[in-house]
């Protein structure tokens, strides 16, 4: 699976939209996009995925470069709820049709505030 | 209702001792999968299973032991030759389609003293 870079935190005020960055530079071509993120001693939760069109669903947005080498997460009015450790993962289809293994990396601390 | 669930949610075992770790879905996913967490890193895999009766090593393996005899359970074995097993596990099933999410279980934080 290709390697995620996403920054190790970020602060974002109460109501406001949350951009979260990730890039993906060795993304293949049959390599989805997902995002989960991990409340404090929690499972991690599923949030959305893409593969090259934008994404919206009633947690979030998902903004995939036209080069699929970059995305954006979008948090459109962050509560304090949303305060976790969001993470960007790349996923391959395997030929047998089969999705790969999730491989995770060390994601972004979100910090929302008052 | 539909889930996934780890038990127990806290396990203590002296060192020596193999201790196992409970996963059962009823979300009829072909597909499960161990991750291991500790303080303030990612996830990392273990095991995962794509399908009854058959199971790879991921990343981090060694020991660790797993199952795959019927479809809902996917129980995970700490066995006394892994040598740092105080962690976070945490499970997870999926389908085995090409375009699905897996779900979590809610983990189990182990301490092993």
């Known amino acids: 699976d290709a390697k995620t870079t996403q920054p190790t935190s970020m602060d974002c005020a109460e109501g406001r939209a949350a951009n979260l960055p990730c890039n993906h530079s060795?993304?293949?071509?049959?390599?989805?996009v997902y995002w989960y993120r991990q409340i404090h001693s929690q499972g991690p939760q599923y949030i959305i995925h893409?593969?090259?069109n934008n994404e919206t669903n009633e947690m979030a947005s998902l903004i995939i470069t036209e080069d699929r080498k970059s995305s954006t997460l979008i948090l459109p009015h962050a509560t304090l709820r949303d305060t976790a450790v969001y993470y960007c993962i790349v996923r391959a289809t395997l030929n047998t049709g089969t999705a790969s293994k999730l491989t995770f990396g060390t994601g972004t601390r979100l910090q929302v505030t008052l | 209702d539909g889930g996934i669930t780890q038990s127990p949610k806290y396990l203590f075992r002296k060192e020596g001792q193999n201790v196992t770790l409970s996963c059962e879905q009823n979300l009829n996913h072909d597909a499960m999968y161990w991750y291991r967490q500790d303080p303030g890193q990612g996830l990392r895999l273990i095991y995962y299973?794509?399908?009854?009766?058959?199971?790879q090593k991921g990343d981090i393996a060694e020991g660790y032991s797993v199952s795959r005899e019927k479809k809902e359970s996917f129980p995970l074995t700490v066995t006394s030759a892994q040598k740092n097993p105080t962690a976070f596990y945490l499970c997870?099933?999926?389908?085995?389609?090409?375009?699905?999410?897996?779900?979590f279980g809610q983990g189990t934080r182990l301490t092993v003293v």
């Open positions: 997870a099933s999926s389908l085995r389609g090409w375009n699905t999410e897996a779900f």
């Open positions: 893409g593969l090259k």
């Open positions: 060795t993304i293949s071509g049959n390599e989805y």
């Open positions: 299973s794509q399908i009854v009766n058959d199971f």
